[in-house]
């Protein structure tokens, strides 16, 4: 790692942490609820917001009356609407306030917004915009992590971070306010021969077959050069199992190269 690239972690106050399986979606949210006054005010928010698609029934959800949070854990790669969870609060009888994430993806520039950058789901795609907040160490955060992204921009390296912020707007152009974000590890990078690649639907045949392997965080293809590369959360990843899934997809394995990730924290 260069010195530059040590400098900007530093302003990370944050232990690095190996990805989990909710890479590339939205992970917690935190929901701040005005009006609340007692337990069945708790039971009905609860119960409100335990409708959202992306809401599990089962996993952990906390609602503190005293504090007036809502705190939930969202479901791996369902889109989060913020527009949905105020509306459920404010069918509850209550007044949404203000809505904080922690969400993991790629981190990319913006073409759309000039100098800015979003976040973008490994998985499936879907992006939102990162924008700075006024408190002086929310500003640098920010400013490291979009100096950081504009660094690597050209060199096409796979950058992906958690990150953390409120939620401004609603709907599709939904933005977050960054609050602080982290790094994440990954185990290995692999770089593969693959062929033959012949159309962009063979490049997707290849990426869908990689995608299924628990160990696989994210694979892409180009079949222009016959070449694919994937990261994994292991650092002895199981290239047998990598050979299968390619091979039952239809295509042949060549070149085989492995090496540590390059992730800003690797």
């Known amino acids: 790692m260069t010195a530059g690239r040590m400098s900007l972690v530093a302003l990370v106050a944050f232990v690095l942490t190996v990805v989990g399986p909710s890479l590339g979606s939205v992970e917690r949210v935190i929901v701040h609820v005005d009006g609340m006054a007692c337990p069945f005010c708790a039971h009905n928010i609860e119960k409100r917001l335990k409708t959202l698609d992306g809401v599990d029934p089962k996993a952990d959800f906390r609602v503190s009356v005293?504090?007036?949070?809502?705190?939930?854990?969202?479901?791996?790669?369902?889109?989060?609407?913020?527009?949905?969870?105020?509306?459920?609060?404010?069918?509850?009888?209550?007044?949404?306030?203000?809505i904080l994430i922690t969400a993991v993806g790629a981190v990319e520039r913006d073409e759309g917004?000039?100098?800015?950058?979003?976040?973008?789901?490994?998985?499936?795609?879907?992006?939102?915009?990162?924008?700075?907040?006024?408190?002086?160490?929310?500003?640098?955060?920010?400013?490291?992590?979009?100096?950081?992204?504009?660094?690597?921009?050209?060199?096409?390296?796979?950058?992906?971070a958690r990150v953390t912020g409120e939620v401004v707007g609603d709907g599709p152009g939904w933005r977050l306010i960054l609050h602080r974000w982290q790094p994440v590890v990954f185990g290995a990078e692999i770089v593969l021969s693959v062929g033959p690649l012949t159309?962009?639907?063979?490049?997707?045949?290849?990426?869908?077959?990689?995608?299924?392997?628990?160990?696989?965080?994210?694979?892409?293809?180009?079949?222009?050069?016959?070449?694919?590369?994937?990261?994994?959360?292991?650092?002895?990843?199981?290239?047998?199992?990598?050979?299968?899934?390619i091979e039952q997809a239809g295509f042949k394995v060549g070149h085989v190269h492995v090496e540590p990730s390059k992730n800003v924290s690797g």
């Open 113 to 160: 917004n000039g100098e800015g950058i979003q976040l973008v789901s490994l998985k499936t795609g879907r992006s939102f915009g990162l924008d700075s907040a006024e408190r002086v160490d929310r500003l640098e955060s920010y400013a490291a992590l979009s100096k950081y992204v504009r660094e690597i921009a050209d060199q096409k390296e796979l950058f992906v």
């Open 199 to 245: 159309c962009e639907n063979c490049s997707v045949g290849v990426v869908r077959a990689l995608g299924a392997l628990p160990d696989v965080v994210h694979a892409e293809a180009d079949h222009e050069e016959d070449r694919v590369r994937l990261w994994t959360r292991s650092a002895q990843p199981d290239l047998d199992a990598v050979r299968r899934a």
């Open 66 to 98: 005293e504090n007036g949070l809502a705190e939930l854990v969202w479901t791996p790669h369902v889109e989060f609407d913020p527009a949905a969870v105020r509306d459920q609060i404010r069918r509850a009888g209550f007044t949404p306030a203000a």
